[in-house]
């Protein structure tokens, strides 16, 4: 897949987040110049705007304990839809969200595409929780656990019988993890790199053993959380937590990821600008993008 021509799709959702705004990051990010700035490289360009999502202003409680359920189901099946069409393009897809729960709208379709996917996800949290472990029944936290067909039907089914397998993801810089979440990791004896790893090892290191752990599979997908990132350095998140990548770690990390040919899709989610200092969170999330595509920084 040729990284120099780009198609971009926003999904400005935030149905399964804790707070309301993330529905607000894809064009705060637009709205830094990022798409000029690819172009200035020499990328060819296409923006194919959002999926249209009816976020609404107020969170409806659901007695199986998903938040938002009514909404989200729909919503959820809309983006998958869009998803495997961005992905069945001849260009390299991008997608801004919007809040976590849409990669298992987006995930989903890529398992569709590709046989035997594997997954680098970048987050502050594992996101494995299901509506039983779920203390907040907050979606957001639980579309790792429907990849893997362990939560409720409704939302495993999402987008078709296609399932993640617990050995083709890997975890970086995660650090807020619920007791429920760490029992799943462990037991399904999935990978992953702690910010103690992070700092031990460097991020040239983690990459290479993420990349040696996924040698079996052909095409990887990386979801890429703001507050993977120190919460002092990037505020306009959702659930910020502090202790996480430094600026340079998370260029790094992209950088590095943009130069490998099995990276097949890219998304950047839950930047949230009301919640963000002098906009410097969707800036970041810019210079990130650059960074993937190919911007040398001195």
Do not use: W
Request: net charge negative; charged share 30%.
């Amino acid at each position: 897949m040729n990284k120099n021509n780009i198609s971009i799709l926003g999904i400005p959702m935030d149905l399964g987040a804790s707070t309301i705004g993330t529905r607000l990051g894809p064009d705060s990010i637009r709205m830094t110049g990022v798409l000029d700035d690819l172009i200035d490289l020499g990328l060819n360009v296409t923006d194919l705007g959002n999926v249209d999502i009816d976020n609404g202003y107020k969170k409806e409680k659901n007695v199986d304990n998903m938040t938002n359920l009514d909404r989200l189901l729909p919503s959820l099946a809309k983006i998958n839809e869009q998803a495997y069409d961005l992905f069945d393009r001849d260009s390299f897809p991008l997608i801004l969200g919007g809040d976590h729960s849409l990669v298992l709208a987006t995930f989903k379709a890529f398992l569709k595409k590709h046989d035997n996917p594997g997954l680098i996800y970048i987050d502050a949290h594992a996101d494995i929780n299901t509506e039983k472990t779920s203390t907040s029944g907050n979606v957001h936290g639980m579309p790792i656990a429907a990849l893997l067909n362990l939560c409720d039907d409704r939302l495993n089914k999402i987008g078709g019988d296609y399932y993640l397998k617990p050995e083709n993801i890997v975890y970086i810089a995660i650090r807020d993890i619920d007791e429920g979440e760490e029992k799943i990791i462990e037991d399904l004896n999935i990978k992953y790199f702690s910010m103690a790893e992070i700092y031990e090892k460097g991020i040239k290191k983690v990459l290479e053993e993420t990349f040696e752990y996924l040698k079996d599979v052909d095409n990887i997908y990386t979801s890429y959380d703001i507050d993977s990132i120190d919460m002092d350095i990037a505020p306009g998140t959702g659930v910020p937590v502090r202790g996480g990548l430094d600026y340079n770690m998370a260029r790094d990390i992209m950088s590095r990821l943009g130069k490998n040919d099995k990276i097949k899709g890219l998304e950047l989610v839950e930047v949230s600008p009301s919640l963000d200092i002098g906009n410097k969170t969707s800036l970041i999330a810019k210079e990130l993008l650059l960074g993937f595509f190919g911007k040398k920084f001195i």
